[in-house]
């Protein structure tokens, strides 16, 4: 049982952030096509309650990294939804100042660390995160997300043997989909049940039900209490689905039309308002003034990055390194 109740005011919260990123993640697909915005990009669509669940857990100063499937993270850790379509379209108005797109968004401000194009490269820098939270002696904690593909990195092994050396304030969460870009997990490792990976190394490590943000909430909660009494790391399995493909231009023929259905069924927003209803949490105008708030906040955040500027050609030397004068060579 988790710490943190989980009652009315949980629900309706969940309700609304997990409607804001399939909002937004639907409406940056359609811009993708219209080529508004340009490169790669990997949507989020099925995945919410992995991180609904877990932010009605973390609090204010606690950090997340992750991969480059980062648009929800940044959303759900505060980033404003403008912040986030001017960076998908490249403008000097978004997150990272329209200079990391889709991949690598970022947010100091928000503790929001990425957005990684590197397959597993975010997993030692969470744990580098956490281990700064120690030695400043805060009791925040870092949360290091990866694919299931990124479970098959050695740095995933260096980094679960020094953080439950140390006994870092991290937890690591591996979002597992299902297939690591176009192959299934059972093709491509010995052991399916990645969540006994983090078990040698002495870590905490259990599987959830990352469709449905009570399990997520709860085994959170668990692992933030481990965490921030200096307990150490904590890995879990979220074993979640994307609706869409690894990335736009991903042709999904490695599964069938019959399993993306079977999971679409367990849609976990679909779930969550049926326990709003069922516990008449909220009326029918209640979930029609927040689809209203929602789609207005995605149209507005269209509206802002199709008028925001570009950047600026001077800004290709900037945010790059600490020292502000260092030498480039610029001819």
């Known amino acids: ?32 096509g ?23 857990v973390l609090k204010k100063g606690d950090s997340l990294i992750t991969a480059y499937r980062d648009h929800a993270h940044a959303l759900a850790q505060g980033v404003s939804a403008k912040e986030v379509m001017a960076e998908l379209y490249g403008k000097a108005t978004g997150c990272s100042k ?14 929001f660390y990425g957005g990684h194009g590197i397959v597993g490269g975010q997993i030692p820098l969470g744990a580098g995160i956490a281990f700064a939270e120690k030695y400043k002696g805060t009791d925040f904690v870092n949360v290091a997300y990866m ?8 740095a995933l092994n260096e980094t679960f043997n020094m953080a439950a050396l140390w006994k870092l304030p991290v937890i690591f969460i591996c979002e597992n989909n299902g297939y690591a870009m ?28 990352g469709m449905d943000p009570v399990a997520v909430h709860n085994a959170m909660d ?3 209490q481990r965490a921030r009494a200096g307990e150490g790391p904590t890995f879990l399995e979220m074993r979640t689905y994307r609706y869409k493909g690894h990335s736009m231009s991903d042709p999904q023929k490695y599964r069938t039309k019959e399993e993306l259905e079977s999971y679409k069924a367990k849609d976990p927003i679909e779930a969550v308002k049926a326990t709003i209803e069922q516990n008449k ?27 925001s500027p570009w950047p ?20």
């Open 1 to 32: 049982m988790s710490s943190i109740e989980i009652n009315k005011d949980t629900y309706l919260m969940w309700y609304e952030s997990m409607l804001l990123m399939r909002k937004f993640e639907e409406k940056a697909g359609q811009l993708y």
């Open 34 to 56: 219209q080529q508004k915005i340009r490169g790669f990009c990997h949507l989020y669509i099925g995945q919410e309650a992995v991180l609904a669940g877990a932010m009605s």
């Open 98 to 111: 329209g200079k990391g797109g889709s991949m690598h968004m970022f947010s100091k401000e928000h503790h």
């Open 147 to 154: 694919g299931d593909g990124a479970v098959r990195q050695g």
């Open 182 to 209: 176009g192959t299934s997990v059972q093709r491509t490792t010995i052991q399916t049940d990645i969540y006994k990976l983090g078990l040698p190394y002495g870590i905490p490590s259990s599987p959830v039900d």
């Open 222 to 224: 668990e692992a933030v």
């Open 281 to 307: 949490y909220a009326d029918e105008k209640w979930f029609e003034e927040i689809e209203a708030k929602v789609k207005a906040e995605v149209d507005e955040s269209v509206k802002f990055a199709e008028e």
């Open 312 to 331: 600026e050609a001077s800004e290709l030397y900037t945010d790059v390194y600490v020292q502000k004068d260092y030498p480039y060579i610029m001819d």
